[in-house]
Structures are given as structure tokens and as C-alpha cells.
């Protein structure tokens, strides 16, 4: 009898999982910082490397609103235009912020493995790049990336210009053999005289003038796929999708 009761007993301790019972809950995934928290990041960030920042964002503020102020007060009804100018203050100082954050993304990513494939990364629509180098020198660690776009094949090589020349040169020629009538630019991206400073690389990028249509860009992409992977292997230590900034950080999104 008291082994009967030990056994009823664990039972009702341990009650059996019913046909409709819930399943335990999995372990939630963490969630994303919200945009309130992006914003303080960014700004903070900003700040770090950019302490004018704050001036000109408070500057930009008080400006729209004593604008709105004076308005009002010409047309009597000054309370009014203060309302309306309070978001429209905001708004100007998120834009300088967005403004002064971007530059101080790329200001981080100078001298940095990879920072030429990073400046490219804030293209969007349009155009197929490639995460990883399409040359590489090991000894000297200069490497080249590609962007294939309406203007045709984008080069976009970084190190030394007189350095940096003849691996470019050995990658457009190879290039060349399979894309004779496709245009193939080079961008030397650094902060050398004569070089695009990273944060112009995208803009110089999209200056470019279009030589194919939307429909060929694909067509190039899978030509150039036929060359193969007749590249020299990545240094130790380099990871250009660690060096890529945040676009979404970059405007407080």
C-alpha cells in the first residue's frame, strides 16, 4: 500500500501533458535595439569623432524655431508657428546628424582591411556587389573590389596608386577577355593625394555614365562567373564584411 501511495502521490506531483496542453515557450531571440536606442547610438558615436555635432544640430534647431517664432509674431499667432517649427527642428537636426554620422562611420573605417569594399556597400538598388576581393596581394595586402552597375564594371582598388596598379591592370585585363564591350572603370579609394576619399567612392560610383542596360548587368555578372576562382587567397587577418558600416545606424533609422 505505501508503494501504491509514493506512486499516486509522484503522479499528482507530476502531472501528465493533456492532448491541448502548451508546449513550453522557446527561447525568445533577442530583440532589436529600437530606433530611439539606434539614435543614441548613432549620436554617440558621432559625438566621439565629431564633437562639433552638437553645436551644429542645436544651431540648426533654435534656428527653425526662431524663424517660426519671429513668423508667428508677425502674423500674430506665434503659439501656431511654434508648434509646426518644433518637428521641423527636429527634422534638421536628424539630418545633420545623419549627415555628420556617415562621415564619421568612414573616418573609422580608414586604414582599415577592407575599407574600399565597405565604401561601396552604401549603393543600393542597381548594382551587384561582391562582398569579398576580386584581387589580392598577399605580401603587400592590397585588394581590389568589384561593383557591376549601368556604368558596366566598377574597380575599386585599394592601397597605394603607383603600388595597386598592376594588380588592377592584371584584373581588367582578365576581365576583358570575356567583356570586350563592356566598359570597366577604376576608382583607387584611400586618403592619398590623387585617391577618392572613402566616403566619395559610392557618389563617384553613381556619377559614372551608363553604358548597359538593367537586363546585361545580370548577363555580365554570369560572364564573369565563368573566369573562375584563379584568385590568390584572402591575408590572415583581413574581413571585409567585418568592415562595412551600418547604413540603417548611419541615418538613425
Known amino acids: 500500500m505505501a508503494k501504491n501511495t509514493d506512486n499516486a502521490s509522484s503522479e499528482a506531483a507530476s502531472p ?22 539606434q539614435l543614441g547610438e548613432v549620436f554617440q558615436m558621432t559625438r566621439k569623432n565629431d564633437p562639433m555635432v552638437v553645436w551644429l544640430m542645436l544651431l540648426a534647431a533654435l534656428g527653425i524655431i526662431v524663424v517660426g517664432l519671429v513668423v508667428g509674431l508677425l ?17 534638421a537636426a536628424t539630418m545633420i546628424l545623419s549627415r555628420r ?50 556604368a558596366g564594371v566598377v574597380l575599386v582598388s585599394e592601397g597605394p596608386s603607383t603600388r595597386v596598379r598592376a594588380l588592377v591592370d592584371a584584373e581588367r585585363k582578365r576581365m576583358g577577355r570575356v567583356l570586350p564591350n563592356v566598359p570597366i572603370h577604376v576608382i583607387n579609394a584611400g586618403s592619398d593625394e590623387g585617391q577618392v576619399p572613402l566616403a566619395e567612392v559610392g557618389k563617384k560610383m553613381k556619377k559614372l555614365p551608363k553604358s548597359i542596360t538593367k537586363l546585361e548587368i545580370g548577363a555580365v555578372d554570369k560572364r564573369l562567373a565563368t573566369l573562375g576562382s584563379a584568385r590568390l ?14 547604413r540603417k545606424s548611419m541615418r538613425g533609422r
Open 16 to 37: 501528465k501533458r493533456g492532448l491541448f496542453s502548451r508546449k513550453p515557450k522557446a527561447d525568445k531571440a533577442p530583440k532589436k535595439p529600437g530606433r530611439l536606442k
Open 233 to 246: 587567397p584572402i591575408p590572415k587577418g583581413i574581413d571585409p564584411n567585418r568592415a562595412r558600416p551600418d
Open 101 to 150: 554620422a556617415e562621415k564619421a562611420a568612414f573616418k573609422q573605417l580608414e586604414g582599415r582591411p577592407g575599407a574600399a569594399g565597405a565604401a561601396m556597400s552604401v549603393l543600393r538598388r542597381g548594382w551587384i556587389l561582391k562582398d569579398e576581393p576580386v584581387a589580392v596581394n598577399p605580401r603587400t595586402k592590397d585588394l581590389v573590389f568589384m561593383g557591376i552597375g549601368r
Open 75 to 91: 502674423i500674430k499667432n506665434w503659439i501656431t508657428t511654434v508648434l509646426i517649427s518644433l518637428p521641423l527642428a527636429l527634422l
